[in-house]
């Protein structure tokens, strides 16, 4: 799916309009691959590495397609400076997402452009040392545009003490995407990072279904329902003099497996239950929200969401007399 300007525009301004922004995700130095292909052919050298997927392809990256950004490549730098013009011309966010999500080492590894610059070429951290000089220069350019703007970046390699020094803590964000039993929002808030949370186990609405290159339900299965998430604690284990850098949690809905006719069904009214135990945090369980979230998937339904059901519609009709179990 491709964004005209145009469109960008209204979803922004639809947005500001009901109380929300719309923040970017830019994900860099991986997952690019489609429309960066061209640089040999225009004499401006290797844009992209691994993009041309094989049977291979677990060589190249954590999952097709490939692609990721050639480092060493200074016409890079100027593309990327190009698109933070362009994003920060369009969208009025707080927070602009860089992602830094699945980088993936021996894809440098495999390609002597990048290679050739490090002394160990079987060992990962020359490869993270170029990473993080990356990621230093591509924000830098960003806030020279746009200064006042935080950035955003997925927990990874990156985000750990050797390489926090590449990472302002005043300025940089630092989103939670492993298992509840990680304790990464302790480890982020401890270092002195500001965080969003994300737990793959709580929070992620496209795992359960099937996966894209197994026999299995996927590698973020079980099925999160909406009283997992409901759940689903907000104190993060962090402590209480870093909850003030607790910024909130997101609920994410990746599309790997998730068309546009299964979109409605997947996100509401599990969303619902999320939005109730992010913004009130209430002390009751499931069973008190039940009657509720019934009555808001109904309302969503009405608006033309194709939301599913949490009960049967005789459960709505007849309040009260569909016993729940609870343990």
Not at 114 to 124: I, L, R
Not at 215 to 244: H, S
Request: charge should be negative; proline fraction near 5%; hydrophobic fraction near 40%.
């Amino acid at each position: 799916m491709a964004y005209s300007q145009a469109n960008v525009k209204e979803l922004v301004a639809y947005a500001k309009a009901h109380g929300v922004q719309v923040t970017p995700e830019i994900d860099a130095p991986a997952h690019v691959g489609a429309g960066w292909q061209w640089g040999l052919d225009f004499g401006v050298g290797e844009l992209t590495l691994c993009w041309a997927n094989s049977p291979t392809v677990y060589h190249q990256c954590w999952e097709a397609p490939c692609g990721q950004l050639n480092p060493m490549n200074e016409k890079v730098y100027d593309l990327l400076d190009k698109i933070w013009g362009e994003m920060t011309d369009l969208f009025e966010s707080d927070v602009y997402h860089l992602g830094g999500d699945e980088v993936f080492t021996q894809c440098w590894k495999n390609s002597t452009v990048v290679s050739d610059h490090v002394s160990n070429k079987t060992g990962d951290d020359e490869y993270f040392e170029i990473w993080a000089k990356f990621q230093e220069r591509v924000q830098n350019n960003l806030w020279k545009r746009a200064p006042k703007k935080k950035i955003q970046l997925w927990t990874s390699d990156l985000t750990t003490d050797k390489f926090f020094k590449y990472l302002p803590k005043d300025k940089v964000i630092i989103q939670t995407w492993g298992p509840a039993v990680n304790n990464e929002p302790r480890m982020i808030t401890d270092a002195g990072y500001q965080t969003v949370v994300s737990f793959q186990d709580f929070h992620y609405l496209d795992c359960g279904f099937n996966g894209i290159d197994r026999k299995d339900n996927g590698w973020c299965a079980p099925y999160k329902t909406w009283q997992m998430i409901y759940e689903q604690p907000l104190d993060f284990n962090v402590t209480a003099n870093n909850a003030r850098l607790v910024l909130g949690s997101e609920l994410v809905m990746w599309t790997e497996v998730s068309g546009e006719a299964a979109l409605d069904t997947r996100v509401w009214p599990r969303a619902s239950a999320f939005a109730e135990r992010a913004w009130t945090n209430p002390s009751t369980r499931w069973d008190k929200a039940m009657p509720r979230l019934t009555i808001q998937a109904y309302r969503i339904i009405e608006t033309g969401v194709a939301a599913d059901l949490l009960q049967p519609h005789w459960c709505r009709q007849h309040p009260g007399e569909c016993p729940l179990i609870v343990w």
